[in-house]
């Protein structure tokens, strides 16, 4: 199906542990977008991509790490997962400086 | 930095009213600015956006939002309020990421009978 898709929807998991939270879009977009929501915060940008191997961070990268091999999928790791990384991630897509598509998020808890 | 300010995390209103959600910005180049919609357990969904043009713009679900320079503000409103707009409501700023988005912090709607 056309769009963009997360997987998994929810994951729960211990500290320490390694976490991969995948991220596809069928648009052919170049700019990818990792985002994290907590209450009180609104979202933040964690990771951004403008293109196939080419990756920045934004506000609030670390403990995270992203790859882009391929235009339609942004992985997102969580290299030891912490108490403080339980959020709701979401991922989005765009072709530019216009309106950015999200995905359906991922509810991560980290016990 | 470019940055926008949500007035007011819950907002409460009368089904019928007029919706007022306040939003204030701040940028160092002509903004583009969103209002995002978020339905319960799931991702955001576009309102409507200001990129260039006329200022007045008008999205889904009979929203509109004016931009307005002089006082650094894109408030979304909407003359009457349905029970089915109670959600949560995100604008956001273009930002010099790569294109990504500086979000405020949301405001609950709230409608009520």
């Known amino acids: 199906d056309a769009g963009i898709t997360q997987s998994p929807r929810y994951k729960i998991t211990e500290t320490g542990r390694q976490v991969t939270l995948m991220c596809h879009q069928t648009?052919?977009?170049?700019?990818m977008f990792w985002y994290r929501q907590d209450l009180g915060h609104g979202l933040r940008l964690i990771y951004y991509?403008?293109?196939?191997?080419?990756?920045d961070k934004g506000e609030v990268p670390d403990g995270y790490v992203v790859s882009r091999s391929k235009t339609e999928n942004f992985p997102l790791t969580l290299e030891s997962a912490t108490r403080s990384q339980t959020s709701v991630y979401f991922c989005?897509?765009?072709?530019?400086?216009?309106?950015?598509?999200f995905g359906p998020g991922t509810r991560l808890t980290v016990t | 930095a470019q940055s926008v300010t949500q007035l007011g995390s819950h907002v409460s209103v009368s089904e019928g009213a007029l919706v007022l959600l306040r939003c204030n910005y701040s940028?160092?180049?002509?903004?583009?600015l969103f209002w995002y919609v978020q339905y319960p357990n799931q991702g955001l969904q576009l309102l409507l956006k200001?990129?260039?043009?006329?200022?007045l713009v008008k999205g889904i679900n009979g929203f509109e939002a004016e931009f307005k320079k002089s006082e650094t503000s894109f408030h979304l409103t909407k003359p009457s309020a349905h029970m089915s707009d109670s959600d949560e409501y995100f604008c956001?700023?273009?930002?010099?990421?790569?294109?990504?988005?500086?979000f405020g912090k949301g405001t609950s709607l709230l409608v009520t009978p």
């Open positions: 991509s403008a293109a196939a191997d080419i990756t």
């Open positions: 940028s160092s180049v002509p903004p583009y």
């Open positions: 648009w052919s977009h170049s700019y």
């Open positions: 956001a700023v273009s930002s010099n990421s790569g294109y990504a988005l500086n």
């Open positions: 200001y990129t260039t043009g006329a200022t």
């Open positions: 989005a897509s765009s072709g530019g400086r216009n309106e950015q598509y």
